[in-house]
Protein backbone atom coordinates (compact mmCIF):
# COMPACT_ATOMS: atom_id res chain seq x y z
CA UNK A 1 0.00 0.00 0.00
CA UNK A 2 1.39 3.34 -1.05
CA UNK A 3 2.31 6.39 1.42
CA UNK A 4 -0.65 8.27 0.00
CA UNK A 5 -3.18 4.99 0.23
CA UNK A 6 -2.36 5.39 4.39
CA UNK A 7 -2.47 8.95 4.63
CA UNK A 8 -6.07 8.80 2.85
CA UNK A 9 -7.31 5.94 5.00
CA UNK A 10 -6.48 7.48 8.01
CA UNK A 11 -7.93 10.78 6.98
CA UNK A 12 -11.32 9.20 6.35
CA UNK A 13 -10.82 7.81 9.95
CA UNK A 14 -10.26 10.63 11.62
CA UNK A 15 -13.51 11.93 9.35
CA UNK A 16 -15.84 9.07 10.64
CA UNK A 17 -14.85 9.88 13.80
CA UNK A 18 -15.38 13.04 13.61
CA UNK A 19 -18.63 12.55 12.46
CA UNK A 20 -19.76 10.12 14.97
CA UNK A 21 -18.58 12.40 17.48
CA UNK A 22 -20.24 15.62 15.93
CA UNK A 23 -16.24 17.13 15.97
CA UNK A 24 -17.01 20.13 13.58
CA UNK A 25 -14.36 21.73 14.46
CA UNK A 26 -12.40 18.44 13.14
CA UNK A 27 -14.61 18.39 9.70
CA UNK A 28 -14.11 21.75 9.07
CA UNK A 29 -10.08 20.91 8.67
CA UNK A 30 -11.12 17.94 6.66
CA UNK A 31 -14.06 18.84 3.95
CA UNK A 32 -13.04 20.98 0.92
CA UNK A 33 -14.73 24.42 1.11
CA UNK A 34 -15.87 23.16 -2.02
CA UNK A 35 -17.52 20.34 -0.74
CA UNK A 36 -20.25 18.31 -2.90
CA UNK A 37 -21.92 15.51 -0.20
CA UNK A 38 -24.17 13.62 -2.03
CA UNK A 39 -26.57 11.68 0.47
CA UNK A 40 -27.96 7.92 0.19
CA UNK A 41 -31.42 9.22 -0.77
CA UNK A 42 -30.06 11.88 -3.60
CA UNK A 43 -29.76 14.82 -1.10
CA UNK A 44 -26.74 17.23 -2.18
CA UNK A 45 -25.13 19.13 0.41
CA UNK A 46 -22.36 21.89 0.26
CA UNK A 47 -20.34 22.25 2.84
CA UNK A 48 -22.02 24.84 4.92
CA UNK A 49 -24.90 23.23 4.90
CA UNK A 50 -23.57 19.62 6.08
CA UNK A 51 -21.91 21.19 9.13
CA UNK A 52 -25.25 23.10 9.95
CA UNK A 53 -27.42 20.16 9.59
CA UNK A 54 -24.72 18.02 12.00
CA UNK A 55 -24.68 21.19 14.09
CA UNK A 56 -28.21 21.51 14.58
CA UNK A 57 -28.94 17.78 15.40
CA UNK A 58 -30.49 16.96 11.91
CA UNK A 59 -28.14 14.49 11.07
CA UNK A 60 -26.54 12.33 13.98
CA UNK A 61 -24.13 9.35 13.41
CA UNK A 62 -24.14 6.53 15.50
CA UNK A 63 -21.61 4.07 14.05
CA UNK A 64 -20.14 4.26 11.08
CA UNK A 65 -17.95 0.76 9.16
CA UNK A 66 -16.30 0.42 6.08
CA UNK A 67 -15.45 -2.29 4.00
CA UNK A 68 -13.64 -3.02 0.86
CA UNK A 69 -11.79 0.07 0.72
CA UNK A 70 -9.49 0.90 -2.02
CA UNK A 71 -7.80 3.74 -2.83
CA UNK A 72 -6.55 4.86 -6.14
CA UNK A 73 -4.62 7.51 -7.10
CA UNK A 74 -5.12 9.81 -10.44
CA UNK A 75 -2.63 11.50 -12.30
CA UNK A 76 -0.30 14.56 -11.18
CA UNK A 77 -0.27 13.14 -7.53
CA UNK A 78 -3.01 15.39 -5.70
CA UNK A 79 -6.39 13.55 -6.09
CA UNK A 80 -7.26 10.02 -5.32
CA UNK A 81 -10.68 7.94 -5.12
CA UNK A 82 -11.89 6.16 -2.20
CA UNK A 83 -14.22 3.38 -3.15
CA UNK A 84 -15.77 0.78 -0.60
CA UNK A 85 -18.58 -0.12 1.01
CA UNK A 86 -20.03 1.83 4.06
CA UNK A 87 -22.76 0.69 6.73
CA UNK A 88 -24.18 3.07 9.37
CA UNK A 89 -26.72 3.70 11.85
CA UNK A 90 -27.98 7.34 11.57
CA UNK A 91 -30.61 9.28 12.53
CA UNK A 92 -31.84 12.03 9.96
CA UNK A 93 -34.35 14.63 10.82
CA UNK A 94 -35.40 12.12 14.39
CA UNK A 95 -35.81 9.24 11.68
CA UNK A 96 -33.35 6.38 12.75
CA UNK A 97 -31.90 4.49 9.67
CA UNK A 98 -29.25 1.73 8.58
CA UNK A 99 -27.14 2.60 5.60
CA UNK A 100 -25.58 -0.10 3.98
CA UNK A 101 -24.13 2.06 0.65
CA UNK A 102 -21.15 2.02 -1.77
CA UNK A 103 -19.14 5.30 -1.42
CA UNK A 104 -16.80 7.17 -3.85
CA UNK A 105 -14.85 9.64 -1.82
CA UNK A 106 -13.01 11.90 -3.88
CA UNK A 107 -9.87 12.97 -1.91
CA UNK A 108 -7.65 16.26 -3.03
CA UNK A 109 -4.20 17.69 -1.85
CA UNK A 110 -4.53 21.21 -1.17
CA UNK A 111 -1.26 23.16 0.32
CA UNK A 112 0.19 19.76 1.35
CA UNK A 113 -3.16 18.70 3.32
CA UNK A 114 -5.27 16.24 2.06
CA UNK A 115 -9.52 17.13 2.07
CA UNK A 116 -13.00 15.67 1.10
CA UNK A 117 -13.58 17.52 -2.10
CA UNK A 118 -16.56 14.75 -2.76
CA UNK A 119 -18.63 11.85 -1.45
CA UNK A 120 -21.32 9.99 -3.30
CA UNK A 121 -23.22 7.33 -1.92
CA UNK A 122 -25.95 4.51 -3.80
CA UNK A 123 -27.53 2.46 -1.33
CA UNK A 124 -27.21 -1.52 -1.78
CA UNK A 125 -30.35 -2.89 -2.49
CA UNK A 126 -31.87 -5.59 0.14
CA UNK A 127 -31.61 -8.98 -0.19
Request: some cysteine; glycine content about 8%.
Given at each position: ?S????????Q????????R???????????????????????????????????????????????????????????????????????????????????????????????????????????
Amino acid sequence: MSDISQIILGQEELRCAAMRNADLAALENILDPDLYFCHANGAIDDKSIYLGKMAQGNIIYRSIKWSEQKVALLPGDTTALLTGRMTSEVSVSGVEKLLDNRVVGVWINVGGQWRLRGFQTTPLPKV
